[in-house]
């Protein structure tokens, strides 16, 4: 009897020491992002124009001069900043605006954000209040297509033309099977990631996995930094929950119902088409070839939201396209840009 008393004594003593460790370490965690974030919003102030859209700002970086306006609006969880290698070179065709979606990048969060309607009209308002004028050549990648078409159905008079890169397709999630499993994932996944003892570990030297990703998104060495602050901040990981959440729920039906079309718009559909490396599992090349005979049909059924459209395939590209193939992304909005100067869009 005794003996079975010390042992209870002492598993509660272990439970309760791992209790208590567990709540040290998630306090620790908690001051050190808290003091993290303060330092990086000193170290890295906007790049753009913060525009008050209602009672919190929206973060537009814009570079260039002209008219149409390019209008970029990036992928799942994404701030502008992604799209910044492409900056110089479209700036020498117009004026370019890379839009941060509230809580992503420099833009203030909204408790309202995460769907792609919300999003659409914060970009509205942000471009109205800025004194961009219409017309605009509207961008959009992955998840940023459903944005730009909503915004382009509810503005179809301001749009000289749109350009989806590897779009999201409100289909999809019903037919890649394995989508909404893989976000949700990955969202439980993020949310059980403590961000403080993660940015702990990559200022002590400890771990580079932040670097590490920062770096494949290809960035100009000197907006590393930045990214990486993105990466350890809260508020930049509750949005990215956020839009995950809506993509798998909200976000498809409201494009169906809302901008089931573009009407004439001229459009341009950018397609990815990866290399099926030699060098790769057999098991990873199935699967690849699995995904892409749903994606590709998709891809190109965007293609009838026009009746004004084009499709190119990007050879030797992935799902980040601007990354693989920028000379192309390019040409294509420089087209567009052309062409509605002349009238011919």
């Known amino acids: 009897m005794n003996r079975s008393i010390g042992s209870r004594g ?11 460790g567990a709540i040290a370490g998630a306090a620790m965690s908690t001051a050190y992002q808290t003091y993290g974030a303060r330092r990086d ?4 102030p906007p790049p753009g124009r913060m525009v008050d859209v209602g009672g919190r700002r929206i973060h537009l970086w814009t570079e260039g001069t002209g008219s149409p306006a390019i209008v970029i609006v990036p992928g799942l969880g994404e701030p502008g900043l992604n799209w910044a290698a492409l900056l110089p070179e479209l700036a020498a065709e117009s004026l370019v605006v890379l839009y941060d979606r509230a809580g992503l990048g420099w833009s203030d969060p909204s408790p309202w954000a995460g769907t792609a309607l919300g999003a659409a009209r914060d970009l509205r308002r942000a471009l109205d209040a800025a004194g961009i004028a219409p017309p605009y050549v509207l961008v959009g990648h992955s998840a940023g297509g459903y944005i730009v078409r909503l915004f382009a159905a509810e503005r179809p008079g301001a749009v000289a033309a749109v350009v989806l890169v590897d779009s999201s ?8 099977h394995r989508t909404r499993a893989a976000i949700t994932k990955e969202m439980l996944r993020s949310r059980l990631t403590p961000l403080g003892l993660r940015r702990l570990a990559f200022d002590a030297g400890w771990s580079d996995r932040a670097r590490r990703e920062a770096e494949a998104r290809r960035l100009p060495a000197k907006l590393l930094p930045t990214r990486i602050a993105f990466d350890l901040s809260d508020r930049q990981r509750r949005a990215e929950l956020r839009e995950a959440a809506a993509a798998i729920t909200v976000n498809p039906r409201q494009v169906r119902r809302l901008a089931p079309s573009l009407g004439s718009i001229p459009l341009t559909v950018i397609s990815s088409s990866p290399n099926e490396s030699p060098e790769a599992d057999p098991q990873a090349i199935a699967e690849q070839r699995r995904f892409y005979s749903v994606w590709s049909p998709l891809q190109a059924d965007l293609v009838r939201l026009s009746a004004n459209a084009e499709h190119v395939v990007a050879e030797h590209a992935g799902h980040h396209i601007h990354r693989d193939r920028p000379e192309l992304v390019v040409k294509v909005i420089a087209d567009h840009v052309r062409r509605a100067r002349s009238g011919a869009g």
């Open 10 to 20: 002492i598993i509660v003593k272990v439970l309760t020491g791992l209790v208590s």
């Open 169 to 176: 397709h409100p289909e999809q999630v019903r037919l890649l």
């Open 41 to 44: 919003r000193r170290r890295f």
